[in-house]
Structure formats: structure tokens, C-alpha cells
């Protein structure tokens, strides 16, 4: 076991096994089910989920710990935080993004009600529908200022693109602004998604 735990891609792995098995223990062992569209919104659920807990669990990672603790952090340490760590959790930041918005249509899709949601129900007096509908809008807004705001200005602020200096510090403080602004969306955005799921 410490050798699969030693490794992050033998502990994914593993991780990943252990959910199939226990997908088709839960599918023979209980009353089963069938591949249809119920199947296919649960299993793009469960990967919208997945996807978002990573995607804001990394938000909050770069607001709660990482941009607080660098003032703290000596200056020659500081390249470990912007020439290694950084960049890979801006890595899986904004492809988390990308990937929670996908499946988030997906399912609203698959569940018949990505229009309503998209128009925030105005018409339907479905408050099921306005609720989800806000949740879909303020993650759309914050993945739009993860990729076009976010990551361009953090690529000159962690030297991935060069520029002058008083642009990279300009750009280091646009970048830690909209991540703010995303934290600051990130509380209305998950009130709004689990409302919908458990109020209406």
C-alpha cells in the first residue's frame, strides 16, 4: 500500500478502480440499471463534481493560503512558488474550469432544463429553475475570467510570457484581483447549485 500511496498516478489509478468496482458492485449487488439518459446525467454529474471540487478547492488553495503566505515566504524562495508550484496549479485550475462547465451544460442538458436554466427561468415561475440558472451563470462568468483574465495575466506575472516589469507586477495584481473577485462568487455560486438540488 505505501508503494501505490508513494506515487500520485498509482493513488489516481487506484482511486479510479475502486469507484468502478464499486459502480458495478452498487449495479449487480443492488436493483441494477440501465445505460440510458438517467445513467449518462448521473455519470456527468458525478464528473461535474469531480471537476468543480478541484476547480475551487484550487481557487480557494491560491486565496486562502498561497497569496496571503507570500509576503511571509523569503525572496529566494520564492521562485519554488512561481517558476514550479504555480504553474502547475494553474494547470489544473483552469482545465478544472473548463471541465466543470462542460459537464455542468452536459447534465442541465441531458435533464431538460439547460434552457430554462440559461434564461433563469423568467417565464416558467420554476424557482428551481432560477436558482440553478445563477449558479450556471456566475460559474460561467468565473471560468470566462479563469481563461481571458486570470491565466494571460498570470503568465506574465509568473514569467511564462515576457514583459516589462511594470507590467508584470500590474498583471500579477489583475490576475489576484479577478481570483478574488472569483472567491467572492464562489459562496452565491454554490448556495445557488445546491439550492436548486435540495430547496426546490
Known amino acids: 500500500m505505501t508503494n501505490i500511496l508513494q506515487s500520485l498516478s498509482k ?5 479510479l478502480g475502486i469507484a468502478i468496482l464499486l459502480l458495478i458492485g452498487l449495479h449487480f449487488f443492488g436493483d441494477g440499471f440501465v445505460f440510458d439518459r438517467y445513467f449518462f446525467s448521473w455519470l456527468f ?3 461535474h463534481v469531480l471537476t468543480g471540487i478541484m476547480w ?10 498561497q497569496i496571503p503566505s507570500m509576503p511571509n515566504i523569503p525572496d529566494e524562495q520564492k521562485p519554488a512558488i512561481g517558476k514550479v508550484i504555480a504553474p502547475k496549479a494553474l494547470f489544473w ?3 478544472a474550469a473548463l471541465g466543470t462547465i462542460v459537464t455542468g451544460l452536459i447534465v442541465s442538458y441531458l ?3 439547460v434552457h430554462q ?8 415561475e420554476d424557482p428551481k429553475s432560477t436558482a440553478i440558472g445563477i449558479g450556471m451563470w456566475l460559474g460561467i462568468i468565473m471560468a470566462y475570467n479563469v481563461w481571458f483574465v486570470i491565466w494571460p495575466n498570470q503568465k506574465k506575472a509568473l514569467g511564462i510570457v515576457e514583459c516589462a516589469p ?6 500579477a495584481k489583475t490576475a489576484m484581483l479577478f481570483s478574488r473577485a472569483n472567491t467572492l462568487l464562489s459562496f452565491p455560486m454554490l448556495l445557488s447549485m445546491v439550492a436548486a438540488q435540495n430547496l426546490y
Open 11 to 15: 493513488t489516481v489509478h487506484m482511486s
Open 45 to 47: 454529474r458525478y464528473l
Open 56 to 65: 475551487i478547492g484550487l481557487l480557494w488553495y491560491f486565496n486562502f493560503v
Open 93 to 95: 485550475f483552469r482545465w
Open 111 to 113: 435533464q431538460g432544463y
Open 117 to 124: 436554466a440559461m434564461i433563469l427561468g423568467i417565464g416558467s
Open 166 to 171: 511594470e507590467e508584470k507586477a500590474k498583471s
